[in-house]
């Protein structure tokens, strides 16, 4: 009875993958707005009501990509930092940036899923949260690392916080615990800024532009690990 079971789990954990493999091949085409159950269960060769037990909607489909890709990112930000020696810290920074980055040329169309425009008429449920921060769990503690062993040196070149960044300061403490304020914001705009640049390449705004963009990007993730006050 058990091995019968096995069997069974074996074989829905493969036609799982196969479907979601499938999907991502026509994120490629279509996009996520275009994602279609029947679809894919022509190219599977399987009957539409022979899919839905696998995924009863197409917006259960599109939450497993996003959990996928979110994972896949978070794994390959997780083994870029882990390789880098803890004292570090610019140097766990940088890992990081080059990561996010290399995943997102590698997986243009996964990566549009998770940070381009909204699929219009999905929401995101609970599930993606766990998943959707791996790679900031990963930076939270790069930031955290680096001010409690006293080696951030920020420029004087910001103004002061708001008062009303107090409240979402406090939030965003729960994945760098013991960092002030300021630093908070300037962890961040340093965040956003990385998320930005590999968004505006992917996407072409830096077509006809930035005609070498690896070392321009370079630059730009240390001048943030500047403003944030990592060692150069």
């Not at 399987?46 to 979110?70: C, E, K, Q, W």
């Not at 290399?102 to 219009?120: C, I, R, T």
Request: proline residues 7%.
């Amino acid at each position: 009875m058990s091995a019968g079971r096995t069997a069974r789990e074996r074989v829905r954990a493969e036609l799982t993958r196969e479907i979601t493999d499938i999907a991502r091949r026509q994120l490629a085409v279509d996009g996520a707005a275009g994602l279609s159950l029947r679809a894919v269960a022509r190219e599977m060769g399987m009957v539409s009501s022979a899919i839905y037990r696998y995924f009863p909607s197409r917006d259960d489909l599109l939450t497993a990509l996003i959990i996928d890709g979110y994972n896949a990112l978070g794994e390959a930000v997780e083994n870029a930092e882990a390789a880098c020696a803890p004292g570090d810290h610019t140097g766990r920074w940088l890992a990081v940036c080059h990561a996010v980055r290399d995943w997102a040329l590698a997986h243009p169309h996964e990566y549009a899923l998770l940070y381009g425009s909204p699929v219009p008429g999905y929401k995101a449920p609970v599930d993606t949260v766990t998943a959707a921060i791996r790679d900031t769990v990963v930076y939270g503690r790069i930031v955290s690392d680096a001010h409690r062993a006293g080696v951030l040196n920020p420029p004087d070149l910001c103004p002061p916080v708001p008062a009303s960044f107090g409240r979402d300061a406090e939030r965003v403490r729960g994945l760098m615990p013991g960092v002030p304020d300021e630093v908070v914001a300037r962890a961040l705009t340093a965040w956003t800024g990385l998320f930005g640049w590999v968004g505006f390449e992917l996407f072409g705004q830096f077509n006809n532009t930035i005609l070498d963009p690896a070392p321009a990007f370079e630059h730009a993730m240390r001048c943030h690990a500047a403003l944030l006050g990592l060692p150069a």
